[in-house]
């Protein structure tokens, strides 16, 4: 069946379309890494996780295309680490799911917040000076004021978002490595059905030019 869609809709597998994926996918992962500084608080866990899963992909889709024309076994094995890799925030927030909720069963949780970014989402002036009074304390500059908030999903949008910022990075962390577990056991378990290649088809290992049965 694969060699068939090969065969039949090779437009879809043509050299020329891999560069333009490579060529939109280094400018978005170095918008990405940028936002990284940001997303989620900014965390160092959250920063170095995104930066690691970023080189990860561009390493990955650079072999992949180097190997195109040189070994067509590297080639495929390179780009299906890039795309797992590239999958892996899918995961991540899967993750990010079911981490939120057993943090808050379990309790003890806060993750570190600005009062400017606190009062963005709890407005509620009593509320705010009750629960966080160094934010509005006379003369306090919300920017330069740090607090932390307690991670759960029980009590309110900033409570549940202070859950999510902190299982952010640990679910980015597992999400990957259980990423790159998973394409290596594929890879080593479907070796034996590695391809290589003739001109611009794949042909299965024991391939030979004097078969028909492909033709």
Request: net charge positive; aromatic share 10%; charged share 15%.
């Amino acid at each position: 069946m694969v060699t068939k869609i090969y065969l039949e809709k090779l437009c879809f597998h043509l050299p020329s379309l891999g560069y333009g994926v490579l060529f939109c996918l280094v400018p978005g992962n170095i918008v990405g890494a940028i936002s990284a500084r940001r997303s989620f608080g900014g965390e160092l866990n959250v920063q170095s996780a995104y930066y690691i899963l970023a080189i990860m992909i561009l390493y990955s889709g650079l072999l992949g295309i180097y190997n195109v024309k040189k070994d067509t076994r590297r080639h495929r094995k390179w780009m299906l680490r890039m795309v797992v890799y590239f999958a892996a925030v899918i995961t991540a927030r899967l993750i990010m799911l079911a981490a939120r909720q057993i943090i808050t069963v379990v309790g003890g949780y806060y993750s570190i917040w600005r009062c400017d970014e606190v009062m963005n989402l709890l407005s509620d002036p009593i509320a705010l000076q009750n629960a966080f009074p160094k934010c509005v304390a006379p003369g306090a500059n919300p920017t330069s004021i740090w607090v932390a908030v307690h991670a759960s999903t029980r009590d309110g949008p900033l409570y549940t978002a202070s859950s999510v910022r902190a299982v952010q990075g640990m679910t980015l962390w597992i999400a990957t490595l259980m990423h790159m577990a998973g394409v290596e056991c594929y890879i080593i378990l479907t070796e034996s059905a590695n391809q290589t290649r003739l001109g611009y088809v794949l042909e299965p290992l024991d391939f030979t030019e004097d078969s028909t049965m492909y033709h």
